[in-house]
């Protein structure tokens, strides 16, 4: 079954999901591509081979999926058009410029019934695969602490070619929702519920309502404790850095990287002492592959894999509701000055 695909949105993010998508060998088809930016939109079908749309409604009439790839306000309007048609839909991250927003996109994907899909990539990423997998194993001892580190450029120059995330109308915010929303999303999935957080924000670009640096405190359900630290600062060479160690009771371990990279880390034996380890490159790629299902995989091509069944997309909108309401605790604390407890009633109070 060829999936037509369509894409709302021709910038960067759109480009990346496209080659992405092609690179895989997915049984797709670009269906047609509409941008508000006339160019951009002639410029990305000149290069996939889709439609060049006169709107967002027919790329959405044209297509069996489409992949809503704009500014973050317009999402909730473009993600609800395309479940009324009863399209597959893949949604960037954020959902939306504020949690209310991001539910009204939920309830609308899974009222509509559509296969939903969000932009949480790292999920699938090897380096952070093979993190998770080390914490969990029974020989590093109970997870203590976590220290989580993500810097890069303003991305509002550079390779973006755009500047509406210094717009806080159609970006929300800042570096946190816009950028570490992935962070927040991964720290989860390696460590389970966040019970508490408390947060500082700084605006050292002056830019009103875009913090550029966000600086997180967290508790965990099950008892650990992390930091978290996000900048958008101006070095160019600075494209997206992501640094995390862990401490187990037995285990330290060090990350560098986003999806490639580098894992060090040492596990502490009673009797044989410590056993200090470090992978990099393919023997990584394969490493993690091998203990810890769902790493490496393209989330583009399982995207199309789920419209054809019977597997689930992953991870789905609802999964990235859950990233909001953290986010939006954060921005809470940082505006009062308290600790925020985000427990699983946190949407239904605050939303």
């Not at 998508?21 to 006339?38: E, N």
């Not at 993600?79 to 991001?102: I, M, Q």
Request: aromatic content about 8%; some cysteine; hydrophobic content about 40%.
């Amino acid at each position: 079954m060829t999936v037509n695909v369509g894409f709302i949105g021709a910038g960067n993010i759109a480009q990346y999901h496209s080659k992405s998508l092609k690179a895989s060998g997915a049984d797709a088809a670009w269906s047609g591509v509409y941008d508000t930016d006339a160019d951009r939109t002639a410029r990305f079908a000149a290069a996939s081979g889709a439609v060049a749309c006169e709107s967002a409604d027919e790329v959405i009439e044209r297509s069996d999926a489409v992949y809503v790839c704009t500014w973050t306000s317009e999402h909730e309007p473009n993600v609800l058009k395309v479940a009324e048609a009863g399209r597959a839909v893949f949604c960037e991250k954020p959902l939306g410029t504020d949690l209310t927003s991001a539910t009204r996109i939920v309830e609308a994907v899974e009222t509509a019934g559509v296969i939903n899909q969000v932009g949480l990539v790292l999920r699938n990423s090897p380096v952070f695969h093979l993190l998770r997998h080390l914490i969990h194993l029974e020989e590093a001892g109970p997870a203590m602490s976590v220290i989580f580190r993500d810097d890069q450029f303003l991305p509002v120059q550079g390779r973006y070619g755009s500047t509406w995330r210094s717009d806080v109308d159609k970006a929300g915010a800042g570096v946190l929702i816009e950028h570490s929303i992935h962070d927040i999303d991964l720290l989860e999935w390696m460590y389970g519920s966040i019970a508490a957080v408390s947060a500082e924000a700084s605006y050292v670009h002056g830019i009103e309502g875009i913090e550029d640096v966000i600086s997180v405190n967290m508790s965990f359900e099950s008892g650990v404790v992390g930091t978290m630290v996000s900048v958008w600062h101006e070095m160019l060479d600075r494209v997206s850095n992501r640094h995390v160690e862990v401490f187990n009771e037995r285990l330290w371990a060090r990350l560098r990287g986003e999806w490639s990279g580098d894992v060090t880390w040492t596990i502490h034996d009673a009797v044989h002492g410590s056993r200090n380890s470090s992978l990099q490159g393919q023997e990584l790629m394969d490493f993690a592959a091998s203990v810890s299902p769902g790493s490496g995989e393209n989330p583009d091509a399982n995207f199309i894999a789920a419209i054809a069944g019977p597997r689930a997309a992953y991870p789905s909108l609802r999964t990235a509701l859950r990233a909001h309401e953290i986010v939006d605790a954060c921005y809470l604390s940082a505006a009062t000055g308290g600790r925020i407890e985000v427990g699983s009633d946190y949407g239904r109070t605050h939303g």
